[in-house]
């Protein structure tokens, strides 16, 4: 029978494996320490959280995105909130990787925070996993032992921005290491998910929600020339979300990020999005979170 692991937050996962919880919001792991691995045949990873691996042994096969995901020993697998992933372990794997996980929430408000949609290792499209030389295997866990020893120091008033300026220069390696591997691999196809995230991106890049207001899931059905109904068959299916959720989460992100990383009103980031008048905005994020816009930007800039 097949196993549904979410790892909605870094204790989650960290319970699971039988870890120690630092921080609430990154862990660094090390599955050596492991000492029994609770998971057997096929599992179906729903993640929350940012998470890459530097898989030193080959635990089985990885469905990414319904498509198979392209890896080996010694390379770097790497995954997004929301995404689903399958893997079908081999019988008697024992794990052996090095990696990092850290929450959406650490990097709000962050320059890294900002940046994060640059990192497309992250997405669907990136069904290769990365693979490293070994001096590249030296600087990420270089980079994984910097972010540790924050970890093991008590939490100070340095802590959140030496542990994302850290986390954020082994994902500008990682962009390196990759840009160095599209070189000599060819590129996959895109499947109609890619498609999917990269009209929803483009979409409140540019003043396409302040002209047109909230994106619909027609609107993106239409750009993947599939009827609403089976495009949100297919979207479910692939990630356990529908259409609309994945919609409302990328809204709920920028805002986020809007309303820690900017000056702009609440007024200027409501019609950026594509709502029509603020208190409907103000109503959509509380209903999503719990907070008003203003109560969210208060509390979050303590």
Same mark, same amino acid.
């Given at each position: +029978?097949?196993?549904?692991?979410?790892?909605?937050?870094?204790?989650? #996962?960290?319970? /699971? +494996?039988?870890?120690?919880?630092?921080?609430?919001?990154?862990?660094?792991?090390?599955?050596?320490?492991? *000492?029994?691995?609770?998971?057997?045949?096929?599992?179906?990873?729903? @993640?929350?959280?940012?998470?890459?691996?530097?898989?030193?042994?080959?635990?089985?096969? !990885?469905?990414?995105?319904? +498509?198979? #995901?392209?890896?080996?020993?010694?390379?770097? %697998? =790497?995954?997004?909130?929301?995404?689903?992933?399958?893997?079908?372990?081999?019988?008697?794997?024992?794990?052996?990787?090095?990696?990092?996980?850290?929450?959406?929430?650490?990097?709000?408000? %962050?320059?890294?925070?900002?940046?994060?949609?640059?990192?497309?290792?992250? /997405?669907?499209?990136?069904?290769?996993?990365?693979?490293?030389?070994?001096?590249?295997?030296? !600087?990420?866990?270089?980079?994984?032992? *910097?972010?540790? !020893?924050?970890?093991?120091?008590?939490?100070?008033?340095?802590?959140?921005?030496?542990?994302?300026?850290?986390?954020?220069?082994?994902?500008?390696?990682? +962009?390196?290491?990759?840009?160095?591997?599209?070189?000599?691999?060819?590129?996959?196809?895109?499947?109609?998910?890619?498609?999917?995230?990269?009209?929803?991106?483009?979409?409140?890049?540019?003043?396409?929600?302040?002209?047109?207001?909230?994106?619909?899931?027609? @609107?993106? /059905?239409?750009?993947?020339?599939?009827?609403?109904? #089976?495009?949100?068959?297919?979207?479910?299916?692939?990630?356990?979300?529908?259409?609309?959720?994945?919609?409302?989460? *990328?809204?709920?992100? !920028?805002?986020?990020?809007?309303?820690?990383?900017?000056?702009?009103?609440?007024?200027?980031? =409501?019609? /950026?999005?594509?709502?029509?008048?603020?208190?409907?905005?103000?109503? @959509?994020?509380?209903?999503? %979170?719990?907070? %008003?816009?203003?109560? #969210?930007?208060?509390?979050?800039?303590?």
């Amino acid at each position: +029978m097949e196993e549904i692991f979410r790892v909605d937050s870094i204790d989650d #996962y960290n319970r /699971a +494996m039988g870890l120690e919880t630092r921080h609430p919001l990154v862990t660094v792991v090390d599955e050596n320490d492991v *000492k029994q691995f609770p998971f057997k045949g096929e599992v179906t990873y729903q @993640y929350g959280v940012y998470a890459l691996f530097l898989k030193q042994t080959y635990c089985g096969d !990885i469905t990414y995105g319904r +498509m198979p #995901y392209d890896y080996q020993e010694g390379t770097v %697998t =790497s995954f997004a909130p929301g995404q689903v992933v399958k893997v079908n372990f081999r019988p008697g794997f024992t794990p052996k990787s090095q990696g990092l996980l850290f929450h959406p929430d650490l990097i709000r408000g %962050t320059s890294l925070g900002q940046e994060m949609r640059h990192y497309s290792f992250f /997405a669907y499209s990136a069904r290769e996993a990365l693979h490293l030389s070994e001096q590249e295997k030296a !600087i990420y866990k270089d980079c994984l032992d *910097k972010i540790r !020893i924050e970890l093991e120091r008590p939490i100070d008033g340095h802590s959140k921005k030496l542990i994302c300026r850290n986390i954020e220069l082994l994902l500008d390696y990682c +962009m390196r290491f990759y840009e160095r591997q599209f070189i000599t691999r060819k590129t996959v196809n895109k499947d109609i998910l890619t498609k999917f995230e990269e009209e929803l991106d483009g979409y409140f890049e540019g003043n396409t929600a302040a002209v047109n207001g909230l994106p619909t899931v027609k @609107y993106f /059905a239409e750009k993947c020339f599939l009827s609403p109904n #089976y495009f949100g068959d297919l979207i479910k299916k692939e990630t356990g979300r529908t259409p609309q959720e994945y919609i409302q989460g *990328k809204i709920i992100d !920028i805002a986020k990020e809007q309303l820690l990383g900017t000056a702009k009103t609440i007024n200027e980031i =409501s019609y /950026a999005l594509g709502f029509q008048y603020s208190q409907h905005f103000n109503r @959509y994020f509380k209903r999503n %979170t719990g907070m %008003t816009p203003s109560e #969210y930007r208060k509390e979050e800039s303590r």
